[in-house]
């Protein structure tokens, strides 16, 4: 066995620990700022399901090669970082990160141990190796600090490539072209800002739900502006199909109509299908031109390249561990980071996380009366890598389901479409369906050409209202529309506003005042490639249709299901609503709908 050389670096903070695990856990994001390179990483799946993780670099002269290690951690409270080298000058080295709560504020302390593999790597680790690291770390380390003050912007000093003047002059180009495009609601040189100067760690997959959150703005506003962006070559998108185990992207297109049918992921080593409603989001990274990423990996694990990851820990046969830890009340999932069996735990407020044991059979729960600490215990013939997670992960993935409903989507990318003959299953969507009262007398009223200009006009006053409220107008059908939403709140409420803005439209036009039916429904539906666009087929788009033909004229339609929804509720609730029940044809069974009435759907505040 060669020498084992040691060293602990510690520091305090006025913050407490939750403050800095955000910067500090983030190993990808400090290997960047403390200027390590990108490496390469080979994964190998083994008989037994687990996965053997091969990383190697060349640093000038030397070549390393070594086996990473899952990281171990407790969310806020440490991390440990494992790797055994079989090339280079160093046989292991291991880095442990852990917070100690000081009164208000906590100390950080920092331990590596490495041991030597040759000559070489003796003289490495005796002189300077530990100096210069505690150097490097130590500036990173008060960068995080004043990061949690709000004495720094970011959480690193870092210094970004600095672009050219004919690089900088197409950018400021591009910006002013996306807020020309009314898409870039004076975001667009934010934007540009961190396309310039972020991080690599920041850019690799840009998502604009997590930007909205990080900028305090609207999530329309966020996407549209993306969606410019990619538009006009300041970004460029990218569809990911996410593992439903880790969360990783493992397959990435660049249109819909490469999405594959399935894919492997080569960390938990399992197959999967490609899920609209779940796992294929779409996110951006810069144009090439602009700003080239380049490949490989800061560090393949760590804390917050998951933050819905509370704790990851690898338990030997037979071993038990106790590790403190707050939880607040909420859902979890536990499963291993080798392919096997999960378990959902609802956590009650004031409760006690049960004691949880892992064997070859799936997971086991045993009540606990220790709060504030966690038992596992593996019971299994093989080590196993226990993860237990949140679950509402996805709060930051723009779904396909979700983003192809959108209005500008659809204006920006109409090209971004299914290969002909493939359907992909939606979990829910939802639709509305709207008609024109007494067209047909209304032609013959006021001449065709007078009506043709109408119904256009009316389309614009439609599709407006289902932009403002985060849908899309899938396609006219004579003069009726097919809308899509993803949020059963979003359509009533698109509903009611044109209901409520009628009158408004038809001020000025005294001899062509319009009466819209409207019928909105949600559910499952199948997403297809028909006359060069994206459309939905299946029994969800025939209810809607349907109950939309049931509509008077004035009113709003809604089926029972959608009124159920629990964001739907407290929209419905001080208007008036009369349940009613009809057969419709195609149907075998009368179908129960609520109908809200022209004088309700009129005080609906616009």
């Not at 667009?188 to 840009?206: G, N, T, Y």
Request: hydrophobic content about 40%; proline content about 6%.
């Amino acid at each position: 066995m060669g020498k084992r050389y040691s060293r602990t670096f510690v520091w305090h903070f006025d913050v407490p620990p939750e403050r800095l695990w955000p910067s500090l856990a983030d190993t990808a994001r400090f290997n960047e700022a403390a200027g390590l390179p990108k490496h390469d990483i080979e994964e190998i799946p083994q008989d037994d399901g687990s996965v053997i993780y091969l990383g190697h670099v060349r640093l000038g002269p030397i070549t390393l090669r070594w086996r990473d290690w899952p990281v171990n951690w407790v969310t806020g409270q440490w991390f440990e970082h494992r790797r055994d080298f079989s090339k280079g000058p160093l046989k292991k080295l291991n880095a442990l990160l852990r917070f100690v709560p000081e009164g208000a504020g906590c100390r950080c302390e920092y331990h590596l141990e490495a041991e030597a593999a040759n000559l070489l790597g003796h003289v490495i680790l005796s002189t300077n190796f530990f100096t210069g690291a505690g150097k490097t770390f130590g500036r990173l380390a008060e960068d995080a600090g004043r990061f949690a003050t709000g004495d720094l912007p970011m959480a690193f000093q870092f210094q970004p490539p600095v672009p050219d003047a004919e690089t900088q002059a197409r950018i400021d180009s591009i910006v002013t072209a996306i807020e020309d495009s009314g898409h870039g609601h004076g975001l667009a040189p934010k934007l540009a800002e961190l396309v310039r100067s972020a991080q690599e760690v920041d850019l690799v997959h840009l998502r604009p739900i997590k930007l909205a959150r990080e900028w305090e703005a609207n999530e329309r506003n966020v996407i549209e502006l993306c969606l410019e962006a990619a538009r006009t070559g300041l970004l460029a998108l990218r569809w990911d199909v996410l593992c439903p185990r880790c969360r990783v992207p493992k397959a990435s297109v660049a249109s819909l109509d490469e999405l594959p049918r399935g894919a492997h992921c080569d960390t938990c080593n399992i197959d999967y299908d490609g899920d609209f409603s779940r796992n294929v989001e779409l996110s951006f990274h810069p144009a090439p031109a602009l700003r080239s990423i380049s490949v490989g990996e800061y560090c393949l694990f760590g804390p917050m390249s998951t933050p819905h990851v509370v704790l990851q820990l690898t338990l030997e046969p037979g071993e038990t561990r106790e590790e403190p830890i707050d939880l607040t009340a909420g859902r979890y999932r536990l499963r291993s980071l080798e392919p096997g069996p999960e378990l959902d735990i609802d956590l009650e407020e004031g409760k006690a996380f049960p004691a949880l044991v892992a064997d070859t059979e799936g997971f086991k729960t045993a009540d606990s009366d220790r709060k504030g600490c966690m038992t596992l215990s593996n019971q299994g013939h093989r080590p196993l890598t226990l993860i237990l997670e949140e679950r509402p992960w996805v709060r930051d993935a723009l779904t396909a389901d979700r983003v192809t409903a959108m209005q500008a989507f659809r204006d920006l990318f109409s090209d971004q479409v299914l290969r002909p003959g493939d359907e992909v299953e939606i979990k829910r969507v939802c639709l509305l369906f709207s008609d024109l009262q007494g067209s047909t007398a209304l032609y013959g009223a006021i001449g065709d050409a007078r009506a043709y200009h109408l119904v256009r006009d009316h389309f614009a006053f439609l599709a407006a209202i289902v932009r403002a409220n985060n849908g899309a107008v899938v396609k006219t059908i004579g003069d009726a529309i097919m809308a899509a939403f993803a949020d059963p709140a979003d359509t009533v409420r698109a509903a009611l506003a044109i209901q409520n803005q009628v009158e408004s439209f038809n001020a000025g036009r005294p001899d062509e005042g319009i009466v819209i039916k409207l019928g909105i429904h949600e559910g499952p539906s199948i997403a297809v490639t028909l006359n060069g666009r994206l459309d939905y087929f299946g029994s969800t788009v025939n209810m809607a249709a349907r109950l939309q033909g049931t509509s008077q004229g004035g009113d709003v339609v809604i089926s029972k299901s959608l009124a159920a929804d629990p964001a739907v509720g407290p929209l419905l609730e001080p208007l008036d609503c009369r349940i009613e029940t009809t057969l419709l044809k195609g149907f075998d069974e009368p179908v129960e709908f609520l109908r809200l009435s022209p004088q309700s759907t009129a005080t609906y505040p616009a």
